[in-house]
């Protein structure tokens, strides 16, 4: 007999948004479609830091592409335009307009020769997963998973039930790249058959990008896809 799976990503989607529900985990936010500059994940569940509503807004108030600069170990290191636009991999006119961006949100303060920024010392999120969700093409959403470790402290490949055997197969090529795989049940619910590595983000740039796009949503007050 053949077995009934999802007919869209979609239902899938929303039938792993039901599953963290029912785990009753009212801590993490769940957001749909997010971009962190290495492909946009289907899924992504974070977890906010306690105390860090300054954190927050100042992530939000630039544009995510520069959120590393809001890092210690990157802002403090920087006090001229020649520093910023080598960080940067940009002109000094380039330079300028990002100094100026900063200096407009409150993030920086001194002359355009010579200035500091203004750095988060706690990032808002204290722990990002990202997923992907896919009825049958394990291969090409196994590459998309690998690629959100860029950003994500965990990253997971969630497939349709009915149609996960081909991944199983193959299970040795998501434990040596971290990447976890669960699988969902249209009737059954959740099945985990390889648990993610928690390994923290591979870029410090993709993360903060991460956090501020996170951060801007928060702050814009988008309604949420859920809470759980």
Not at 139 to 159: G, H, I, M, P, T
Not at 182 to 199: K, P
Request: net charge positive; glycine share 8%.
């Amino acid at each position: 007999m053949k077995n009934v799976g999802f007919d869209t990503e979609e239902q899938l989607v929303k039938a792993i948004v039901a599953c963290t529900r029912r785990a009753q985990r009212r801590d993490y936010r769940v957001e749909l479609e997010l971009d962190a500059g290495v492909g946009i994940a289907d899924l992504v569940l974070a977890k906010r830091a306690a105390r860090t509503t300054g954190a927050l807004r100042a992530l939000s108030s630039v544009n995510p592409r520069l959120a590393v600069l809001l890092s210690h170990g990157v802002g403090s290191t920087i006090s001229t335009r020649a520093a910023l636009a080598s960080a940067l991999g940009t002109s000094d006119g380039g330079a300028q307009r990002v100094l100026a961006q900063l200096s407009s949100a409150g993030l920086a303060c001194g002359s355009a020769k010579e200035f500091s920024i203004s750095t988060v010392s706690t990032l808002p999120f204290e722990r990002v997963i990202a997923v992907e969700a896919k009825l049958s093409e394990w291969k090409r959403v196994l590459v998309q998973a690998y690629r959100n470790l860029q950003f994500a402290d965990e990253s997971w490949v969630v497939l349709d039930h009915a149609y996960v055997r081909p991944a199983l197969a193959q299970i040795g090529r998501f434990k040596s790249l971290g990447v976890g795989l669960a699988s969902v049940d249209c009737q059954a619910g959740l099945y985990i058959h390889s648990a993610a590595v928690f390994g923290g983000p591979m870029s410090i740039a993709k993360r903060w990008q991460a956090q501020a796009v996170l951060a801007a949503r928060v702050v814009a007050k988008r309604p949420l896809l859920e809470r759980f």
